[in-house]
Structures are given as structure tokens and as C-alpha cells.
């Protein structure tokens, strides 16, 4: 009853298995794989099971990407695949895939106080969605939790993180004219990604400079520097970004809230984990309250950051598991009906 379990992103393909006989949330076997070192999905999947000396029948994997139909194509990794063709290649019996952060949002019912950091509100998670969750990661990404632990679990995959940025102020909206003039248009993803932050830190260094140089994107600071810069406290463009990233996401994530009738809302993803006293010290919940007559809705609505190492890999062991009772209730109902038929 091994699962292999596999978390596809842009820069890493994370890979780990699990006992589904055991409930299939004790991960075992993780290994991280650079995906720019593979060709393909396929060929990083075997990879791994060659290291690990396993073939499973059964995979649940997340691909940062939407999942609609055979066809799946990565966002930000040269990756296609036919879900058919990978099953068959990989020997599986049962192959489900899902959105990245559909798995992401998967997870947060599973997670224990210690995989979570409270930053306003209950601590407790609520025992009913809607639950919504976000993150900046490689993007941004964005879900919506629904259902109980009685009736399951229902993920509603998005891609919210690709909506319109809606400046505040001088300074988001000459941010936003910098991001236009480069990719003609600004979305939320544009700054609220790794690659937003080195994107915000090029438009305030800037000033009022229209110019789009020719090798622009070669003069942008790595994003990992910009922040541990800014937590140095020494390098004031760097704190300047980091400010207003977490301005940016507090907006982003009122507004999210809003638009799912939320009471919860789940911060994921590899960024924010490394800076959450920044965080809690920004304009995030200034920002988040910001929205005139609901600020008091908004009042009451739990924010916590999400500090589970793998919460891909959980999501997708907890995606199997919720298949798995969809299943079982569909057995149950056809017992019935041929019951009830006799």
C-alpha cells in the first residue's frame, strides 16, 4: 500500500513516499531533485524510485501548474506531460494530480501547532472551510479550503495570484508602471513572488527612470540576498522592498478573505517563513484591515504562516486519503441502491 508522493515545482521536484494502509500522512523517504538536472517529469520520477528502490502502484503528485484535462503543462519549468502516458510509463495502478497549491491548501488540515505560527486571531484552526490560502513562492499562489472533517474536504484550485495589482499610493503606482512597461501588465504575482521582490527593489531603485534598458533583468538583485539584506537593517532599498512586499500581501490577502467569505486565512510558501518578525512589525495588518466597511469582518478573521518543511508532499498524501473516502461513500451509496432496488 506504498503511495509515491511528489511535489513539482519550477526550480525543485520533491519527492518522498507513504504508507496508505497507515492513514498515509508519515512521509518517509524525501528527497529533493533539481528539475533543471532532468528533461522531465518522467524521468525525475524514476530517478528517485531507483533511489529508493520501490515501485509503487500508487502516486499522488502536485504540478505548479493548473490541472485541466490529460494534457499538463509546468509555468515556469519547459515540463509537459499526458497523465495517461505517465501512469503507464511509471507502472502505476492509480495516478491523481493536482494543483501545487491545491495540495498546499490539502495539507492545513493536517498540520499540528508546530507547523504553524499564529499572527492575529484564534489559533485554533475552525473545524469548517472556507479557509483561504495563499503564498509567495516560485509565484503566488492561491486556493480555497471547503468542507468539514466529517464530510471531507474540498480544495477549489485557483489561479488567483495572476489577478490585477491595484496600487496604493505613489510609490506602489510607479512600482506598477515600472512592471508594465517590462511585461505589460502587473499582477499580484509580479511582486508577490521570490522574483517580485528583486522586481520591487529594481523599481524603487529606479526613482521616477522611465527607460527600459535593454538587459535589465540581468541588473536585478537575487531575491534571497534582498532579504537578508533588509534584515540587516543596513541596506535601506532592500528594507524599503521588503516593507512593501509585506504591505502588498497584506492588501492581496484582505482581499482574498473577502472574496472567499473566509474566516481563516493561511499564509504558505517558501518566503514569508523567513521573516515572519518582519512581518508581524509591517504595514501586513494595516493593509489586511484596509478594506472601509468590512475592516471590522476582517477583525475576526485568524491569520496564521504555515512552517511545515514539505506541506506539498502532505497535501498530496492527504489528497489521496480524501479520494480514497470519496470512493468508499460511493460503494456505500451503490450497496444501497441495489439494496433498496432488490
Request: with cysteine; aromatic share 6%; glycine share 10%.
Amino acid at each position: 500500500m506504498t503511495a509515491l508522493l511528489a511535489d513539482i515545482g519550477g526550480t525543485n521536484a520533491r519527492f518522498a513516499l507513504c504508507d496508505t494502509q497507515e492513514g498515509g500522512l508519515e512521509l518517509s523517504a524525501q528527497r529533493t531533485l533539481k528539475t533543471e538536472d532532468f528533461g522531465s517529469l518522467q524521468h525525475a520520477a524514476e530517478h528517485y524510485l531507483k533511489l529508493v528502490r520501490v515501485r509503487p502502484k500508487r502516486a499522488s503528485m502536485a504540478v505548479a501548474s493548473p490541472v485541466a484535462g490529460d494534457e499538463i503543462r509546468l509555468t515556469n519549468r519547459a515540463w509537459s506531460f499526458s497523465q495517461a502516458e505517465l501512469k503507464r510509463s511509471l507502472g502505476l495502478a492509480e495516478l491523481k494530480v493536482i494543483n501545487d497549491f491545491g495540495a498546499v491548501a490539502y495539507a492545513v488540515p493536517a498540520l499540528q501547532p508546530e507547523d504553524r505560527v499564529l499572527l492575529h486571531g484564534s489559533e485554533a484552526l475552525p473545524p469548517t472551510g472556507p479557509i483561504t490560502v495563499l503564498g509567495p513562492g516560485t509565484g503566488l499562489g492561491v486556493a480555497l479550503l471547503i468542507g468539514d472533517p466529517e464530510s471531507g474536504w474540498r480544495v477549489v484550485e485557483t489561479e488567483g495570484g495572476h489577478v490585477s495589482f491595484a496600487p496604493q499610493g505613489e510609490e506602489e503606482t510607479r512600482i506598477c508602471r515600472w512592471i508594465s512597461a517590462r511585461f505589460g501588465r502587473c499582477s499580484n504575482e509580479r511582486l508577490l513572488c521570490g522574483a517580485g521582490l528583486a522586481h520591487i527593489d529594481a523599481a524603487l531603485a529606479a526613482g521616477d527612470e522611465t527607460r527600459v534598458p535593454v538587459d535589465w533583468a540581468r541588473q536585478l538583485r537575487d531575491p534571497a540576498a534582498i532579504v537578508a539584506a533588509a534584515l540587516d537593517g543596513h541596506d535601506l532599498n532592500a528594507r524599503r522592498t521588503l516593507a512593501r512586499f509585506c504591505a502588498v500581501l497584506g492588501s492581496v490577502a484582505g482581499d482574498a478573505a473577502l472574496i472567499h467569505g473566509a474566516r481563516t486565512v493561511m499564509i504558505a510558501g517558501g518566503i514569508v517563513p523567513r521573516f515572519i518578525p518582519f512581518l508581524r512589525s509591517s504595514a501586513f495588518r494595516e493593509r489586511f484591515l484596509a478594506k472601509g466597511r468590512f475592516a471590522a469582518y476582517l477583525e475576526g478573521v485568524s491569520i496564521q504562516v504555515v512552517t511545515h518543511p514539505q506541506p506539498g508532499l502532505l497535501g498530496a498524501a492527504v489528497a489521496l486519503g480524501e479520494q480514497e473516502k470519496g470512493k468508499g461513500k460511493m460503494e456505500k451509496g451503490r450497496a444501497a441502491s441495489r439494496k433498496m432496488s432488490r
